[in-house]
């Protein structure tokens, strides 16, 4: 199916209004930047902007393929930084938690921001919180992700085993996308079958010849609190890792919004947003006139449906090559084409008419939905993989450390065919404690870290199974996460809607502001 229905330009005098109030001084403490498309420039033939225009309270910039990093067109320039090794080592991130706007960097701006606006789904003007902002009241958690910025963007990139060389710390960093190239050239697909992806194949880190192909996403694994753990001892599967290979210091950019489901998608099919159409957790349709909310519980087995024309996951891509293998996506989104797959089985109890209807997103159907699927979950209470203090005290971290056990439980099983054959070729394995951990307390607060802990205890019990069927030898493992983490300030409260609302209407415009940070202008807030 396809969604790629027309743009519709916004009205030039509620957009120039719009981002007159958004980018006034006295919401800078929570406003970090905004960013349209320029409504000057046009799009070419795939719906890409030629330009784009980012500003804050200090000035505005144009970035185009010609100038990636901006040209000031007023004031002084919105990104301060571009640098994707910003804040590293890792000691700086550390003195420098949550950076003031001035003082911050923004990896790759034209590239991100191109491909996000590229997708009609995606909003007239980007609204950027700043890493301290505090939105408890509109859904916001003490630890954030989501901004342009370069720590809520980097994720960990852990390259071990078979093909690569132990090189330890990399001072290097890679992109998200270059995840689905890298582990679909490692299974065995060449690069001209790939075709034009937004990613690369990281052969310079890791060279063919694994059996077996793992990729292992901890969501929201902070990369600085992943390796200095490791270092310490803490973690000692991922260390056990790292000891047969590398990691980049900068890690994995994610693309822009450092979302959840956006960049799951973009690792998984090497794409940016623009391509693949997964433009945020939550967003409003124009072509459809809904409010879509693809990352819930209610909806993520149907992610695919979002798919614009032409994309491949990871898992079509090695099908193809090799048609017959088996390859698997547990308790991950993207999973188009795995031949064992956790989100079809769940399709597969719904269409069956014995579960329960997980109805709408956030309705009381998809309330009951969850409650199903969590009574059928592993018990967290009855692992030692799992921190019980923190289940205790957060409800979040109690629900995915079950997801988290079922996942190992199932990964476990599809390495324990007796026949060679019959085991996957390539394996995704998303866990979820991380999130939730970091969501708790953000970046190195206790719970963030026991997030990391109880990750590497299930890691450690998958590698010494596949040790134990004496297959650890012949895998490759590729350890990332969808985005990072920094942790929000509890003074630095406030909305920047009584400004939107002064602004926009005594224009009559009506807006509609999703996330909050997707602004639609033109199109009516719920009645
Ligand atoms: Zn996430």
């Not at 804040?87 to 790759?108: G, I, K």
């Not at 010494?464 to 983490?485: C, M, Q, R, Y």
């Amino acid at each position: 199916m396809s969604q790629t229905s027309a743009h519709v330009a916004p009205d030039r005098r509620a957009l120039d209004v719009a981002v007159r109030a958004l980018t006034a001084p006295d919401l800078a403490p929570i406003l970090d930047l905004v960013a349209w498309p320029d409504p000057d420039a046009g799009r070419d033939d795939s719906g890409r902007p030629r330009a784009v225009l980012v500003a804050d309270h200090g000035g505005t910039a144009r970035l185009d393929a010609d100038h990636p990093d901006g040209l000031v067109i007023a004031g002084r320039h919105p990104l301060p930084s571009t640098d994707p090794m910003a804040f590293l080592p890792y000691a700086d991130e550390v003195a420098n938690p949550s950076p003031d706007h001035d003082d911050n960097a923004y990896p790759f701006p034209w590239s991100r921001l191109a491909s996000f606006f590229t997708d009609p789904r995606s909003p007239d003007v980007a609204i950027v919180h700043t890493a301290k902002h505090w939105f408890p009241e509109q859904g916001g958690h003490l630890g954030e992700h989501g901004s342009l910025d370069v720590i809520q963007s980097r994720a960990p990139f852990l390259l071990s085993g078979a093909g690569v060389a132990r090189r330890g710390i990399v001072d290097d960093h890679a992109r998200l996308v270059d995840v689905m190239p890298t582990l679909a050239w490692l299974a065995g697909v060449e690069p001209e079958a790939l075709g034009d992806l937004d990613g690369v194949v990281r052969s310079d880190l890791v060279g063919r010849g694994a059996t077996y192909v793992v990729g292992l996403l901890w969501d929201g694994g902070h990369p600085g609190s992943l390796l200095d753990l490791a270092a310490r001892g803490e973690l000692p599967a991922v260390a056990r890792l790292l000891e047969r290979g590398c990691a980049l210091s900068g890690g994995a950019v994610a693309e822009f919004p450092s979302l959840t489901l956006v960049n799951h998608t973009s690792m998984l099919t090497g794409v940016g947003p623009g391509r693949h159409g997964v433009v945020g957790n939550v967003y409003w349709d124009r072509a459809a006139d809904r409010r879509v909310v693809p990352n819930d519980a209610a909806t993520w087995h149907l992610t695919s449906e979002l798919y614009r024309d032409g994309v491949t996951t990871l898992f079509e891509a090695v099908d193809r090559a090799r048609p017959g293998v088996r390859t698997a996506s547990v308790n991950e989104m993207t999973e188009r084409g795995s031949w064992a797959s956790t989100f079809a089985l769940v399709r597969a109890a719904l269409s069956s008419g014995e579960a329960v209807d997980p109805g709408q997103a956030e309705s009381a159907e998809s309330r009951d939905f969850l409650s199903a699927v969590r009574s059928l979950l592993p018990d967290p209470y009855a692992s030692d993989l799992v921190s019980h203090e923190r289940c205790r005290s957060d409800d979040d971290y109690a629900f995915y450390s079950g997801i988290d056990l079922l996942g190992l439980s199932t990964v476990i099983g599809l390495f324990s065919a007796a026949d060679p054959a019959d085991r996957p070729v390539v394996t995704w394995w998303s866990q979820y404690t991380t999130d939730a951990g970091h969501h708790a307390g953000g970046p190195r607060s206790p719970i963030g870290l026991d997030g990391l802990r109880d990750c590497d205890r299930r890691l450690g019990a998958f590698l010494d199974h596949l040790e134990s069927i004496g297959v650890l030898d012949d895998a490759v493992f590729l350890v990332t996460a969808d985005h990072g983490f920094e942790t929000a300030e509890e003074s630095v409260r406030g909305s920047w809607s009584p400004a939107l609302a002064a602004a926009l209407d005594p224009l009559g415009v009506p807006w509609r502001d999703e996330g909050p940070g997707f602004l639609y202008l033109g199109v009516a807030p719920d009645a």
